[in-house]
C-alpha cells in the first residue's frame, strides 16, 4: 500500500505540474485574445481614418467641379465678348465697304461734274477723313480682337493645365485607396485566422483542464479510500 500510495502521490504531482502548464497556457490564449480585440481596435480605426480620407475626396472632387463650373462661365463670358467683337468687326468692315462705296460713287459724279468740283471739294475730304477714321477704327478693333484671342488661348492653356494636375490628384487618391483597401481586406484575412486558431486551442485546453480535473478527483478519492484502509490495518 506504502508504493501504492507514493505512486499515487508521483502522479499527483505530475497531475499538479500538467494542470499548472495548463493554466499557463490558458492565460496564453487570454492574453492572444486581449491582442485580439486590441489589433480589432486598431482595424476600427483605420477603417474611420480611410472613411475620412473618402470624404476628404469627396471634398475634393466637389471643389474640382465648382472650379471646373467657374471656368466654363469664364469661357462662356470670353466667347460672348469674341462674338461681340465679330459683330461689331463686321459693322465696321461693313460701313467701310459703304463708305469706299460712296468715295467711288463720288469720284465718278466729280469726273462727270468737273464743274462742280470746288463745292464738292470740302465734302470729299470730310468723307476721306471720315474713312480714315473708321480704318482706323477697324484696325484698333482688329488689334483688340487679336489681344482678345491671345488672352482666350492662354486662359484655355492654363485651363488645360490645372485639369490636368486635378486628374493626377485624382488618380493618386484613387490608387491610396485601392492600396488601403487591399492591406485591410488582408488584415482581416490573418485575423479571422488567429482567431480561428485561438478558440480552438482555447476549447482543446478547456477539454483538457475539465478531463484533467476528473482525472485528479478520481485520484483525491483513491487516496482517501487508501488511507482509510490504511487506517483499518494498523
Known amino acids: 500500500y506504502n508504493g501504492y500510495v507514493t505512486n499515487l502521490q508521483q502522479d499527483t504531482s505530475v497531475l499538479q505540474g500538467n494542470l499548472q502548464n495548463q493554466m499557463y497556457s490558458h492565460n496564453v490564449v487570454i492574453m492572444n485574445l486581449n491582442n485580439l480585440n486590441l489589433t480589432q481596435v486598431q482595424q476600427r480605426n483605420l477603417i474611420t481614418n480611410l472613411q475620412r480620407s473618402v470624404d476628404d475626396t469627396s471634398q475634393a472632387i466637389q471643389r474640382i467641379k465648382n472650379d471646373f463650373q ?25 460701313l467701310a465697304a459703304n463708305n469706299s462705296a460712296l468715295a ?9 461734274m468737273n464743274s462742280q468740283l470746288n463745292s464738292f471739294t470740302g465734302q470729299m475730304e470730310n468723307i476721306t477723313t471720315i474713312s480714315q477714321a473708321n480704318e482706323q477704327n477697324l484696325k484698333d478693333l482688329q488689334d483688340l480682337h487679336k489681344d482678345a484671342e491671345n488672352r482666350t488661348a492662354i486662359k484655355f492653356n492654363q485651363l488645360e493645365e490645372r485639369f490636368q494636375l486635378f486628374e493626377t490628384d485624382i488618380v493618386n487618391i484613387i490608387s491610396n485607396i485601392s492600396y488601403t483597401a487591399h492591406h485591410l481586406r488582408t488584415l482581416t484575412s490573418n485575423l479571422n485566422e488567429v482567431r480561428t486558431t485561438c478558440t480552438d486551442t482555447l476549447t482543446k485546453h478547456t477539454d483538457d483542464l475539465t478531463s484533467l480535473n476528473n482525472t485528479l478527483a478520481n485520484i483525491r478519492l483513491d487516496s482517501v479510500s487508501l488511507r482509510m484502509q490504511q487506517d483499518l490495518m494498523r
Do not use: I
Open 70 to 94: 467657374n471656368l466654363q462661365q469664364v469661357f462662356l463670358q470670353a466667347k460672348k465678348d469674341t462674338d461681340w467683337l465679330k459683330e461689331k468687326v463686321q459693322s465696321l468692315q461693313t
Open 104 to 112: 467711288k460713287a463720288n469720284n465718278d459724279t466729280l469726273e462727270d
